[in-house]
């Protein structure tokens, strides 16, 4: 499916029965009534019965489909009152004490890769909360981008932004893209896909030319107080949620890779001890800390091998990924 189809179906008006949200999703899937029923055991002809509408499968069975077809908590949720059941996943704000424990170790991973950025966002790619080390990369960026929702690909996009200092831009947006487009053909999000269509009017230039051969990862490489930074770029997610708020949340951090020694992060002024860690709900240092980091352009940061300095060469940052379960 591509986008054009993607944003067509989008469009429709949304399905009323179970039958008709289960051919949907199958049919995302590329799986034919035979594959998905020998999947969810059960058999061809009961399957083309609840899909048309002549047998009303039972709750387990929905849920048992909707495992089989990888369709998102939300969904699910919808297939479930199509068939005429209650929701069985909830969505709670990551402020909720039942979160608690996530939260909890968000905040700890967030915490602990300083002096390392590291930022956790939502399914519309809306950041959720960062760490103290991620504004410094934002610094000079227009207040008015930076308002809510806070949409991290909007701003590795816009020419006002990040992509004006994105060294590789066109291989990075593009690899941006995709990425967007796949989890468009996953989820069938409207919003996503409305996303996807507006990035793509941005005038981003064409690749130039292929990775070198010696390359494992597309990097992202920006511009910082005349230092060229690299960053491999990874998802870290909850492996195991049942809970829509925790399915749909990736935390991403960076730490430095191609180092021969550890990386110190050199602050001009040094912030106050208080309020370092972001507001989860906008997206910007809390307290004082967003005072300072707004009026005084001399609290950035630069990551600098003291190696690579007297050699004059790029420090290179990676980001790795882990596999979180609460």
């Given at each position: 499916?591509?986008a ?12 009323a ?7 949907e ?9 035979l594959d998905?029923?020998g999947?969810?055991e ?11 509408g ?7 069975m ?6 089989r ?10 297939l479930?009152?199509?068939?005429g059941?209650?929701?069985?996943f909830?969505q709670?704000?990551?402020d ?19 002096p ?8 519309h790619?809306?950041?959720?909360s ?10 000079g960026i ?7 929702p ?5 701003l ?16 990075w ?13 996953a989820?069938?999000d ?17 690749r ?6 010696d ?29 829509i ?33 972001m ?34 060469r ?7 990924t ?5």
């Amino acid at each position: 499916m591509n986008a054009h189809t993607a944003t067509a179906r989008a469009d429709r008006v949304k399905p009323a029965h179970i039958g008709d949200h289960l051919r949907e999703w199958r049919q995302r899937r590329h799986l034919s009534q035979l594959d998905l029923a020998g999947d969810a055991e059960i058999s061809a002809r009961h399957l083309s019965f609840v899909e048309t509408g002549r047998a009303a499968p039972s709750r387990d069975m929905v849920l048992k489909l909707a495992e089989r077809l990888d369709v998102p908590l939300r969904e699910r949720n919808v297939l479930l009152v199509a068939a005429g059941f209650a929701p069985a996943f909830p969505q709670r704000s990551l402020d909720d004490p039942a979160l608690k424990s996530a939260r909890a170790a968000i905040d700890l991973v967030l915490r602990a890769h300083e002096p390392n950025p590291a930022l956790a966002y939502d399914r519309h790619w809306n950041l959720v909360s960062a760490n103290r080390m991620v504004m410094p990369l934002l610094e000079g960026i227009p207040a008015r981008l930076l308002g809510q929702p806070f949409n991290i690909l909007r701003l590795a996009f816009h020419p006002e932004a990040l992509a004006a200092r994105t060294v590789n831009l066109a291989e990075w947006c593009g690899h941006l893209l995709e990425r967007l487009h796949r989890q468009c053909e996953a989820t069938a999000d409207p919003d996503l896909i409305k996303l996807y269509s507006e990035l793509k009017a941005y005038p981003i230039p064409a690749r130039s030319a292929p990775l070198s051969a010696d390359s494992v990862a597309l990097p992202f490489k920006m511009r910082l107080d005349g230092e060229t930074l690299s960053f491999f770029s990874t998802t870290m997610i909850f492996g195991t949620p049942v809970d829509i708020t925790l399915s749909e949340l990736a935390v991403e951090t960076f730490g430095c890779g191609r180092c021969n020694r550890a990386e110190t992060a050199v602050y001009r002024s040094e912030p106050s001890s208080h309020n370092r860690n972001m507001d989860s709900r906008s997206g910007r240092p809390s307290g004082n800390m967003h005072n300072s980091w707004a009026t005084g352009g001399q609290r950035r940061f630069l990551y600098i091998n003291d190696v690579q300095r007297r050699q004059k060469r790029t420090c290179f940052f990676t980001l790795f990924t882990v596999q979180c379960c609460p």
